[in-house]
């Protein structure tokens, strides 16, 4: 008895989560491997389109035949780079329709054109015309022969489906590609987003987390950056930090804080010099990093918040009867309760600012030397339009992101182990 | 150690008044107001006066006179720095001052005597300045947003600084951005396909979610913890990668420019976050009653739309809100599947309309308004049950 009920229970269980899994499988599992694939392929994204062969149908009455009607097909190969085998041909027409002459390659039975046109090369042209007669001699609507479209079919190769593999794009990643300023970019991007908006994710924890008025709506303001959409902020900060008509460098100049006014976004280095070092801090770079900051910290804010309101009120009375000072308190009682949350907070947002592409693309496109990694596979695989590149530079992101994973876990088990 | 600590709070408090003034100035410049300079040495110098004197007349006259001397003293300072200025600005200052002296009306000899005095007002000021700090950096672009989206191109060609609105003009001519958008540039048909692919995404995640995350949360199966596990790795793996091998299948199927494809690849993204989410609560509710349905010969389909359903009602809202926002939001994907426009949704129309660079950017400005509206609405009105679906599933991004 208890048998069948577990053995039905393993049934449903399975019914229930089929759809889910397979929708998931296809959608992003199947795409991961998929991309393994293409990456050892030479594609482009022109070869992505399957090669077809079409025929447009002319009809043109002959004059002074009522009778009588001349159709045209111009067929071709819809691929500038392919060849299409074997390609059938058919076309329908009324019952009544006879015809005299045929192209060896027809055979006209039952009102139906059937052709076989055999392999086309690529950009492949043909003109081909048929004359057609009314057996009974009525009157032939060309209109109506319009509306029949042909029917046209042919096998042709899918470069993706065949088994040519080179490596060679991903000696163009490693050796053509500035490869070590990509990463080195990349990694500045993630790396001082992430601590950013944890730093500020802490200081608006501590800051909310004390009672004043106001409390509740300062916390939903904080999270707007966070929830409102990508595009419609990167376009207000591109605006507010415009360098002809910008909002913040009319404030600049009005107030006379600087005499020309400073491209934020478009600069890719500015010299600063502190204590008598010049150093070049890459401007457009650090723009972007401080609109990530901005629009993500609300995530670290919220976790941070969610572990200081569970941090026992004890703790903190026992540090007064001890005479701690503010500072005290924060390093020794509040610090170490977060630690556990900051370090989750630092894997995902390391990880997902390491895949960020909306941000840095909608604000510069990768220009000024904000190009990182996802921006590149968007920039090889559409705008050079080399989709094998593209994939490629992927396979680098999750090779890195595994790498991360793995050292990240390594490092953490180590921890806990120690504690 | 009396005189330092008094020094340290004048100091600090100081600060936050040249701070809460620099931004007035800011504000006031931006309506218009030909204000050109933050004359800092002096609002210190009147702003450390004040401290001061605070402090030695403490308690000698009553708080509200002396915050209504203070105030009116430095109004007249100021008005006399920067003249010509209309009577809002200097009430607004007047307003500032009022406020800062009620805020160090705590403080007096007394307590700057105390331990650790100097901290405690340097946490006190730093929230205090915090607060007005990332009210000012986070709402400043929306504000920008709206405003700008109700000024032309010639008025922010003649006066950057100026984003005083006219409401005495015509609503058509205060309006004429979204006019424009909605008529020239069809935002109507995206705002529809938007919603469309949003609220199906939003239908087909919870059927698909609710029965795996039963099975998940309820039901012994081999692959169960596998599951369980994956789910949350999944869910971290980069869209970026997804994009070139979903671009080139969806190219060969046909799907790209439809509504299908996206809904097909949003559905699959929020999944696993929906899965997680609803399990966590599905296991919480108590098993009493299912086993009670068991023994009334319920199917197990009966218990899911019978009880864990009804039960649920809050966790699947905040799913449901939460996929409605992601899906809403989504950039990537329906930048790399839609170059046709008539199946834009908003966030490509936006995009699509800002790559021309004759835009004018009161019509880009409009067309962010009208996207971010309808979040920050939802999120508002539902933050109960969506702050719960954030820090669970942290929206994906």
Known sequence: ?419 | MRTKNTIIFSLISTFFLIFLISIWKILATLQGLNIQNFNLQIIFILGFLISLAHLTISDKIRNFYKSILFSLIFVICDGYLIQQLPIWYNIGVFLILYFFVNQIKKYNFDNLKEEHSTQVIFFDFLTLFGILFFSFVILFPFYMMLVTSFKTQMALLVNPLDFSINFGQDMKDLFKSYFVIFKSYKFGKYILTSTIVSLGTVIITLLFAIPAAYAIARLNFFGRTFLSTSILIIYMFPAIVLVIPLYTVFSQLGLRNSIEGLLIVYTATTLPVAIYMLQGYFKSIPKELEEAAILDKLSWFGIIFKIIIPLSIPAISSVALYVFMIAWNEFLFSLMFLDNPNSFTLSRAIQYLSGDAETPRQYLMAGSVVVTLPVLFIFVYFEKYLVSGLTAGSVKG
Do not use: H
Not at chain 1, 105 to 131: A, D, H, M, T
Not at chain 1, 271 to 278: A, M, R, S, T, V
Not at chain 1, 380 to 405: H, K, N, P, R, T
């Open chain 1, 1 to 419: 008895m208890k048998d069948t009920l577990s053995n039905t229970e393993r049934k449903t269980a399975y019914i229930l989560t089929l759809p889910a899994v397979c929708l998931v499988f296809a959608v992003i599992l199947f795409p991961i491997f998929a991309n393994i694939w293409i990456s050892f392929k030479e594609v482009e994204l022109k070869d992505i389109r399957i090669p077809e062969p079409r025929a447009k149908k002319i009809v043109k009455s002959v004059s002074g035949e009522p009778t009588k009607i001349k159709i045209l097909y111009k067929l071709r190969n819809s691929s500038l780079i392919q060849e299409i085998r074997d390609v059938s041909f058919q076309d329908k027409f009324p019952k009544n329709f006879k015809t005299e002459e045929l192209d060896s390659r027809c055979e006209f039975k039952k009102s139906i054109l059937k052709c076989k046109f055999g392999n086309w090369p690529e950009k492949y042209r043909e003109n081909f015309q048929v004359v057609f007669e009314t057996d009974d001699g009525s009157k032939i609507d060309s209109k109506k022969l319009k509306s029949i479209k042909p029917k046209l079919e042919g096998k042709s190769d899918n470069i993706l489906l065949n088994t040519n593999f080179t490596l060679k794009n991903f000696k163009k990643v490693l050796f053509e590609n500035e490869f070590v300023d990509l990463l080195l970019t990349t990694f500045y991007y993630t790396f001082f987003g992430t601590i950013g908006s944890i730093i500020f994710g802490v200081l608006t924890a501590q800051m909310v987390n004390q009672k004043f008025y106001g409390r509740t709506f300062m916390r939903s303001v904080l999270l707007f950056p966070y929830v409102a959409p990508v595009v419609a902020l990167a376009y207000t900060w591109e605006l507010l930090l415009d360098p002809t008509s910008g909002t913040l460098n009319s404030l600049l100049i009005n107030y006379q804080i600087v005499e020309t006014p400073i491209n934020l976004l478009g600069q890719k280095y500015v010299e600063i010099n502190i204590l008598g070092f010049d150093f070049k801090l890459r401007l457009a770079l650090t723009t972007v990093i401080m609109f990530e900051i901005w629009r993500y910290f609300p995530l670290a804010f919220l976790f941070i918040l969610a572990r200081l309101q569970a941090i026992p009120k004890e703790l903190y009375e026992a540090a007064d009867v001890d005479g701690a000072s503010p500072f005290q308190k924060f390093f020794k009682i509040t610090l170490p309760q977060i630690t556990a949350v900051i370090s989750i907070l630092f894997m995902i947002r390391f990880i997902w600012n390491f895949n960020k592409f909306e941000d840095v693309f909608l604000l510069t496109g990768g220009a000024s030397g904000t190009r990182t990694l996802p921006i590149n596979v968007y920039q090889q695989g559409f705008a050079i339009s080399d989709i094998g590149m593209g994939s490629a530079v992927s396979m680098v992101i999750v090779v890195l992101l595994l790498m991360f994973m793995f050292f990240y876990f390594k490092l953490l088990g180590k921890r806990v182990d120690e504690n």
